[in-house]
């Protein structure tokens, strides 16, 4: 019997038919290419206007309905997700499923790391006219858990902002949702990480208040290395502050561990999907030369 892709949306709704149908194609050639089958949750119909989310009643039922099945492709982030932590951690599953989805999905993606289920990846549904792109590429990699290796030869954008080495388990999340679950049942362990952090339309002193706010639970204690994405936010015309850059290699300066930044992935076209668990190694080089490798999957 083959495994099922249960296609669900935790967070906000569909905006349109169009957009339903857009998502409902897009995990068809993923599928087909991994011999899948799809299944699409009930809520997919229920579209609503921009930035809505469905009552969470239904949002938790059909949670429940998406553990059923091997593999679960969150088609929207967004926000309501961490209401769905207590149903996640409560649940009874006969086997540990995978979980794919980005941005508001890391609370679920924290909830899965607490229940010790391992098989997720960060990153969003490729659309069929792109799989020849670096999303699809990066994303049938993780799913087929085969190694991968980046450079500057591949990704020329990215800057060392704190030269080192290190190795550790691969951990990417959205920055202000993860520092959202600091303090309860579903915060997970990050000791032993590349923890790999992006996050749209924040303000860098928000960037440097969630860092201090996981850092002061405890949560970066052990952390191996920062890997930056992308961290977008509006400048106002007489801003005089720091960086996301500038933000993050304080961070690698506190911590005393490498830092990389401006890796493609989060909240941009075509953007890097990101396996959990895998051993990653890093370097980074004083004269900005680094590469970041990413172990196949066990």
């Not at 998406?66 to 649940?91: K, N």
């Not at 792109?133 to 990704?155: C, E, F, I, K, N």
């Amino acid at each position: 019997m083959p495994s099922t892709l249960y296609l669900a949306c935790p967070a906000f709704a569909m905006n349109t038919p169009l957009e339903r149908q857009n998502n409902i194609d897009s995990a068809s050639w993923v599928a087909k290419e991994m011999g899948w089958e799809v299944v699409v949750s009930p809520l997919l119909e229920r579209t609503m206007g921009n930035g809505a989310w469905l009552p969470l009643k239904e949002r938790a039922a059909d949670l429940k309905r998406a553990l059923r099945h091997q593999v679960i492709w969150a088609c929207r982030g967004g926000y309501g997700s961490i209401e769905l932590l207590d149903t996640l951690l409560a649940a009874k599953v006969d086997h540990a499923p995978m979980l794919i989805g980005y941005s508001d999905i890391t609370a679920l993606h924290a909830g899965f790391q607490t229940r010790g289920w391992r098989q997720q990846i960060y990153g969003k549904i490729p659309p069929a006219a792109t799989r020849h792109g670096r999303q699809a590429g990066s994303m049938m990699a993780a799913l087929r858990g085969l190694p991968v290796q980046y450079d500057p030869q591949l990704h020329a954008g990215v800057r060392v902002l704190r030269a080192g080495r290190a190795q550790g388990r691969l951990f990417p999340a959205c920055l202000s949702v993860l520092a959202s679950v600091c303090g309860s049942a579903a915060m997970p362990d990050l000791d032993g990480t590349v923890l790999a952090l992006e996050d749209v339309r924040i303000h860098p002193f928000l960037m440097a208040t969630h860092l201090h706010q996981l850092y002061l639970c405890g949560a970066l204690r052990g952390v191996r290395a920062l890997v930056g994405g992308t961290f977008t936010h509006q400048v106002d015309h007489d801003y005089w502050g720091p960086s996301p850059e500038d933000v993050l290699a304080e961070w690698g300066q506190r911590l005393k561990i490498p830092v990389i930044a401006r890796l493609p992935f989060g909240h941009l076209p075509d953007a890097l999907a990101l396996p959990f668990n895998r051993q990653t190694r890093i370097l980074a080089e004083p004269a900005g030369n680094w590469h970041l490798v990413i172990a196949a999957r066990d």
